[in-house]
């Protein structure tokens, strides 16, 4: 009985033996702190100081930049931390998809780990979902205003009822192999298919990411006009379809707005 | 070229089987018919959103490649990227991208250009789109 107990208690000791093995080799045989020559942060101050080099670094100019940093702090959300500066994150993520940059490269440069990188990154990206649901929308929803471009008398007034097109393209993307196939599109790259929607101005309206390349583009814009139809930029209708005679229906019809497809 | 949308309420297509994007109008004489003038007059609006692809593609490159990112963190990366664009766009600052469409109506950044529309058929056309289509198309060739 007695030899008992002392086997339980030698298997308890090297138990705590092993945790504690674990625990110095998880906490205190850590690799060196980095000692960078120049920290991320200067690296993208620097940047921001040449308009050039920031145009080739974050894909837009230092005004730009400083603006959108502060439109992100005061109503997005972005904060900087104990580690890391607001600046510094957001010329990251815009470097990681400017250029774009991988993540060891982030790492390399930055002189930060790749799991300070990752924060970082979605700490942005977070914030630029919240931006993209307030930018991503038509100016008027009522479509009231008719852009100059459809003056121009080679489209007046065949098209003055005109608010913007809309097409699909594909963007390339890496899959896990389980999702190969679905992803594979007609040139035989893996792809998501993303439909958007734009007005006269350049600026998207609508945009629906997430469908995989193989999916017809029919398909996608079905669901952009039912499943998100509360946030598609229909063209306002309702009034058109009154059951009247053709004739009128086409003129009712000539003062709804209409997209241009693809 | 044929169209991957079909006319809908609301929505115009171009006229399918027909000659379509303008580049093959570049070199080609003068449109012929209600069709192809439709179908030209279309694509030169159009463009509007080859060309916000194109100034898209061109800035962020990563949408050449997304990287091996979880699937929804590659929509959002796309998402913020047309997000940025947009931001850029409203934000009244010159930018070298935007400035060089400003400048020529007709200019389309290569990235764009790979677009092949899917040959597929489409169904649940819309006649009223169709007859407007056609009274436009007929009101494009008509004037002088």
Redesign the interface.
């Known amino acids: 009985m007695a030899e008992l107990e002392d086997a339980e208690d030698d298997d308890a000791f090297i138990y705590g033996m092993y945790q504690y093995a674990l625990h110095i080799d998880k906490h205190l045989n850590r690799a060196e702190y980095r000692q960078p020559a120049m920290t991320g942060l200067e690296w993208v101050q620097r940047k921001l100081g040449d308009s050039k080099a920031c145009?080739s670094m974050f894909?837009?100019?230092p005004?730009?930049f400083h603006?959108?940093h502060d439109?992100l702090v005061q109503s997005y959300g972005l904060k900087s931390s104990a580690k890391s500066t607001s600046v510094e994150a957001l010329g990251m993520f815009?470097w990681?998809?400017?250029?774009?940059q991988?993540f060891r490269q982030a790492e390399d440069r930055f002189e930060r780990s790749l799991g300070t990188v990752s924060n970082m990154l979605n700490k942005v990206?977070k914030c630029?979902?919240k931006?993209?649901a307030d930018?991503?929308k038509p100016v008027d929803p009522q479509f009231r205003t008719m852009h100059p471009?459809?003056r121009n008398p080679?489209?007046y007034p065949?098209?003055k009822d005109?608010i913007?097109?809309?097409?699909?393209?594909?963007?390339?993307?890496?899959?896990?192999n389980d999702?190969f196939v679905q992803h594979l599109c007609?040139k035989g790259m893996t792809t998501?298919n993303?439909m958007?929607?734009?007005?006269?101005?350049?600026?998207?309206t609508f945009?629906l990411?997430?469908w995989p390349g193989s999916v017809?583009?029919?398909r996608v814009?079905n669901d952009g006009t039912t499943t998100y139809s509360h946030v598609f930029p229909?063209?306002p209708?309702g009034t058109?379809?009154s059951d009247s005679t053709?004739g009128s229906?086409?003129f009712n019809?000539?003062n709804?707005?209409?997209?241009?497809?693809? | 070229m044929d169209s991957g949308y079909p006319n809908r309420l609301g929505y115009l297509a171009p006229y399918k089987g027909t000659k379509y994007h303008l580049q093959e109008y570049r070199d080609a004489p003068e449109p012929q018919g209600k069709e192809e003038t439709f179908n030209y007059a279309h694509s030169c609006l159009r463009n509007v959103i080859e060309r916000s692809f194109g100034v898209l593609k061109m800035r962020w490159r990563i949408l050449h490649q997304i990287p091996s990112y979880a699937p929804h963190k590659q929509s959002q990366i796309i998402v913020a990227c047309c997000a940025l664009h947009n931001f850029i766009r409203i934000s009244g600052i010159g930018d070298r991208h935007f400035a060089r469409c400003d400048r020529d109506d007709n200019y389309v950044p290569r990235e764009a250009s790979e677009n092949q529309p899917d040959p597929e058929e489409v169904e649940d056309e819309s006649d009223l789109m169709n007859e407007f289509r056609d009274s436009i198309a007929y009101a494009l060739l008509n004037r002088s």
């Not at chain 1, 699909?168 to 993307?173: I, K, L, N, R, S």
């Open positions: 145009f894909r837009m100019s005004p730009m603006r959108l439109l815009l990681m998809i400017g250029a774009p991988s990206l630029m979902v931006l993209a930018i991503i471009r459809l080679r489209f065949y098209f005109c913007g097109g809309i097409d699909g393209t594909h963007v390339p993307c890496v899959v896990p999702k007609r998501q993303v958007a929607v734009c007005d006269f101005d350049m600026r998207f945009v990411a997430g017809h583009d029919m814009f229909h063209p209708a058109h379809l053709f229906l086409l019809y000539m709804v707005n209409f997209f241009l497809l693809m």
